[in-house]
Each structure stands twice: as structure tokens, then as C-alpha cells.
């Protein structure tokens, strides 16, 4: 893969005034629009910031802004790479017009690519009805949820020079050392971006089964504690507790050679993720998902995702990894 944008720049009568303008159209690398990206613009001198999102056309438009010389940036992680331009001239009452094309952040099989997860990732259909519950009166979460890419979209945690050091790294490597390359597991930080993924609940346990081919991952709602010394593992261990209708799970126990989200944040055996479940309606579940690594993030970094329920009869279906993997010899980074 490589890292290719090829902005179109012209400069169209927008009016008189002191401001100025930027719009565009952002687009995938087969021409499809790019819907929700974050398009940020700073002015290079006074570091005044800007921003807006794409509409489902892809087209975006920057208004107000003084006249001067910005920094455009327009990400979708972690679909696609991040755009940036620096030294985009803005003059007053004119528009400063500037076509994306968005890339992929990796090569998949045809169809696969960023344009199709966003495809898979958009609103679905669901039913409609009240939250159903088990015979304890709790919410109950069972059934195949489809996947659902987390929020806020293209706003990234800050990070601790050393992590941001090594996300610097892994991007201009493109990736290539990636865990999943080499089918190890995702991890929780992954569930339900761009597979299926099964919950089955009983009293005692709630088991997640992911189409991607992770391990089944046990949460304990039965009123245990984490291990003294847990052993370290890529899914970690799980306890949950109930918040009223709100499943709150606590896991910690990682090892640190898992990746958080593909914007390639780095882990440490001192991360913890909190979650909270939520089933909204008969067709919704809301996960909010809060991830803490004193070794990563300057504080804690917190997504929300809302998936549908898919349709009742829908079936997880069986997904081998070593069968999928017969190009790992020609992976390259620099």
C-alpha cells in the first residue's frame, strides 16, 4: 500500500468579505463518496481550528474561515489512511476548493476494502419493539448483532510521546506487523467493527463470538473477582456487573502484544477497558467502550457504537484464518 492523495485545488468567487472558504468532495479510490469523515482545517498562524463532517454525498464545506494559510486534514480511521495538506492558501470572499480521495489502509480481497466495511458499517434496518428481557428481569442481549464502526469517527486520544512514537512507526510500515496479519487475535477493542458477532447470555455468563475468528470471549457476571495474578492474554479476563438495565464489564489482564483499533495504538499489560451494554430497543444495543493505559493514552480515550440486530434468521458464519492468510511473504513495510 502506499499513501497517495490527490487533492484538487482551484480558487472559485465566494463572495466579498474577510473570510474565506474551503470546500470539496471526498472520495474513495473507485469514486464512491465518502460519508461522516472528519474534515479539520488550522490556520498555520494563529493555530485557530476548524472543522465539519462529510454529508452521505461526500461533499463538505469550511466557512468563516480568515484569511491566511491552513493545515486540511480529513480523517476516517480507521477505514482509510488520514489526508493531510499543509500550506492550503485561503484569501478572503474566495473558496479554496479541494477534492480527497481517500485510500485504504489495507489491500483486501476485492470488495472488501474500506469502501465496502463503510458499506457493511452504515445504519441497517432493525425491528422494532421493547427491550426483551430474561427470567431475572434483565436486559436480555442475545442474538447476532451486525457490525457497526465505533464513535467519534476521526477523533483520535492523546497520546504519550513514546505511544504516538510507535503509531508513527507502524503507519509508515504500513501496518505490516499487525497481529491479525498473522492470524493471532483482535482483541475486545475490535468487536463488532466489521464482523458479525454472536452474544449468548445466561445468568452467570455472557459469551461473545465473533465472525472474525477470535476466541470466544467469557464475560463472569457471577459475582467473582479478577485473579491476584492473572495471566496475560490478548481477549483478557472479564467480570461484569449490573448497573441497573446496564451490563458494566471491567477487563484487564492484556498482554501488550495486541493492537488497539487499526490506528495502530499500541497496548501494555497495564491496560484496562471498561464497557457498558445497553440494549436500547428490541432492534439496538449500545456498547460504550472506555480504554485506560497509563503507558498510552494521557487520559482515558472513550467510542460508542450502536449495532442493529440482525435478522432472526441469520447465522454466524464459520471463519478459518490460516485459510485466509496465503500472502503473508509478500507483506511489506519499509
Given at each position: 500500500?502506499?499513501?497517495?492523495?490527490?487533492?484538487?485545488?482551484?480558487?472559485?468567487?465566494?463572495?466579498?468579505?474577510?473570510?474565506?472558504?474551503?470546500?470539496?468532495?471526498?472520495?474513495?479510490?473507485?469514486?464512491?463518496?465518502?460519508?461522516?469523515?472528519?474534515?479539520?482545517?488550522?490556520?498555520?498562524?494563529?493555530?485557530?481550528?476548524?472543522?465539519?463532517?462529510?454529508?452521505?454525498?461526500?461533499?463538505?464545506?469550511?466557512?468563516?474561515l480568515p484569511?491566511g494559510?491552513?493545515?486540511?486534514?480529513?480523517?476516517?480511521?480507521?477505514?482509510?489512511?488520514?489526508?493531510?495538506?499543509?500550506?492550503?492558501?485561503?484569501?478572503?470572499?474566495?473558496?479554496?476548493?479541494?477534492?480527497?480521495e481517500?485510500?485504504?489502509?489495507?489491500?483486501?480481497?476485492?470488495?472488501?476494502?474500506?469502501?465496502?466495511?463503510?458499506?457493511?458499517?452504515?445504519d441497517?434496518?432493525?425491528?422494532?419493539?421493547?427491550?426483551?428481557?430474561?427470567?431475572?428481569?434483565?436486559p436480555?442481549?442475545?442474538?447476532?448483532?451486525?457490525?457497526?464502526?465505533?464513535?467519534?469517527?476521526?477523533?483520535?486520544?492523546?497520546?504519550?510521546?513514546?505511544?504516538?512514537?510507535?503509531?508513527?512507526?507502524?503507519?509508515?510500515?504500513?501496518?505490516?506487523?499487525?497481529?491479525?496479519?498473522?492470524?493471532?487475535?483482535?482483541?475486545?477493542s475490535?468487536?463488532?467493527?466489521?464482523?458479525?458477532?454472536?452474544?449468548?447470555?445466561?445468568?452467570?455468563?455472557?459469551?461473545i463470538?465473533?465472525?472474525?475468528?477470535?476466541?470466544?470471549?467469557?464475560i463472569?457476571?457471577?459475582?467473582?473477582?479478577?485473579?491476584?495474578?492473572?495471566?496475560?492474554?490478548?481477549?483478557g479476563?472479564?467480570?461484569?456487573?449490573?448497573?441497573?438495565?446496564?451490563?458494566?464489564?471491567?477487563?484487564?489482564?492484556?498482554?501488550?502484544?495486541?493492537?488497539l483499533?487499526?490506528?495502530?495504538?499500541?497496548?501494555?499489560?497495564k491496560?484496562?477497558?471498561?464497557?457498558?451494554?445497553?440494549?436500547?430497543?428490541?432492534?439496538?444495543?449500545?456498547?460504550?467502550?472506555?480504554?485506560?493505559?497509563p503507558?498510552?493514552?494521557?487520559?482515558?480515550?472513550?467510542?460508542?457504537?450502536?449495532?442493529?440486530?440482525?435478522?432472526?434468521?441469520?447465522?454466524?458464519?464459520?471463519?478459518v484464518?490460516?485459510?485466509?492468510?496465503?500472502d503473508?511473504?509478500?507483506?511489506?513495510g519499509?
Amino acid at each position: 500500500m502506499r499513501r497517495f492523495v490527490l487533492p484538487f485545488v482551484c480558487l472559485a468567487a465566494a463572495g466579498f468579505g474577510q473570510t474565506g472558504s474551503i470546500s470539496g468532495t471526498i472520495l474513495t479510490t473507485d469514486g464512491g463518496p465518502v460519508q461522516d469523515a472528519v474534515v479539520a482545517a488550522k490556520n498555520e498562524a494563529s493555530s485557530a481550528a476548524f472543522s465539519t463532517k462529510s454529508t452521505p454525498a461526500g461533499d463538505y464545506s469550511l466557512t468563516g474561515l480568515p484569511a491566511g494559510r491552513y493545515e486540511l486534514t480529513v480523517a476516517l480511521p480507521p477505514l482509510f489512511m488520514t489526508f493531510k495538506q499543509a500550506h492550503l492558501a485561503v484569501q478572503a470572499g474566495q473558496t479554496a476548493r479541494v477534492k480527497v480521495e481517500l485510500h485504504d489502509v489495507n489491500l483486501d480481497t476485492l470488495g472488501d476494502g474500506a469502501s465496502g466495511y463503510a458499506f457493511i458499517s452504515a445504519d441497517h434496518p432493525a425491528p422494532s419493539g421493547p427491550v426483551p428481557r430474561t427470567h431475572e428481569g434483565k436486559p436480555d442481549f442475545t442474538g447476532i448483532w451486525l457490525p457497526r464502526i465505533p464513535t467519534p469517527a476521526g477523533v483520535a486520544p492523546e497520546l504519550l510521546p513514546a505511544a504516538a512514537a510507535i503509531v508513527k512507526q507502524r503507519q509508515e510500515n504500513f501496518g505490516r506487523d499487525f497481529p491479525n496479519s498473522r492470524c493471532l487475535p483482535l482483541g475486545p477493542s475490535f468487536t463488532g467493527f466489521f464482523a458479525d458477532f454472536e452474544i449468548v447470555q445466561t445468568p452467570s455468563r455472557l459469551i461473545i463470538l465473533e465472525e472474525n475468528g477470535d476466541p470466544a470471549r467469557t464475560i463472569y457476571m457471577d459475582t467473582r473477582s479478577h485473579p491476584k495474578d492473572v495471566n496475560p492474554s490478548f481477549m483478557g479476563h472479564s467480570i461484569g456487573r449490573w448497573e441497573g438495565d446496564t451490563l458494566v464489564v471491567d477487563t484487564l489482564g492484556f498482554n501488550d502484544r495486541g493492537w488497539l483499533t487499526f490506528a495502530f495504538y499500541p497496548q501494555t499489560e497495564k491496560l484496562r477497558i471498561t464497557e457498558r451494554f445497553r440494549r436500547l430497543d428490541l432492534g439496538h444495543l449500545e456498547v460504550q467502550t472506555t480504554f485506560e493505559d497509563p503507558d498510552t493514552f494521557v487520559k482515558p480515550w472513550t467510542n460508542k457504537r450502536v449495532h442493529a440486530l440482525g435478522p432472526k434468521e441469520m447465522e454466524r458464519l464459520e471463519y478459518v484464518c490460516t485459510e485466509n492468510n496465503k500472502d503473508v511473504s509478500h507483506i511489506v513495510g519499509k
